[in-house]
């Protein structure tokens, strides 16, 4: 990898997180999508957050994809991290998706973790700071 992404400072601005986010395609996308990779992804969405501002589209539909093709409904570990991830770019179709797929899921605490995820976000997962607009 490039760049440690832990080592980033927690806020920066949305273009040069661009630009990280644009290493990481270029790193991971035809690389084994696995826990320490979905590590790196979740250090940028958790700075993403903070920007206030979407993903530019082409990115996002890539880590769409990227976020798909990880989901992975046997490993607790990787399915929490994905929703973070998830919740931290606000994917309402990797979000809907996983919320659609919790009755296939064989494991209580997995499904738990996703009932939990849908309770705290299914209303705001499109517009994270909806309230933030409230006078």
């Known amino acids: 990898m490039y760049t440690d992404f832990k080592s980033l400072p927690d806020s920066l601005e949305a273009d040069e997180l661009e630009v990280y986010f644009r290493q990481f395609l270029s790193f ?7 826990l320490e990779a979905l590590n790196e992804l979740y250090e940028l969405a958790y700075r993403q957050w903070d920007t206030y501002e979407n993903l530019d589209p082409e990115i996002e539909r890539q880590l769409e994809d990227y976020l798909m093709a990880a989901i992975n409904f ?11 991830i998830v919740e931290n770019l606000t994917m309402k179709r ?37 309230d933030m607009d409230d006078d």
């Open 28 to 34: 991971y996308a035809r690389k084994p999508k696995n």
């Open 74 to 84: 046997k490993s607790y570990d990787v399915t929490d991290i994905i929703i973070s």
């Open 94 to 130: 990797v979000f809907d998706y996983i919320v659609r797929s919790k009755q296939y899921v064989t494991s209580s605490a997995i499904r738990k973790l996703i009932i939990e995820a849908e309770e705290e976000y299914a209303d705001s997962i499109d517009n994270p700071y909806g």
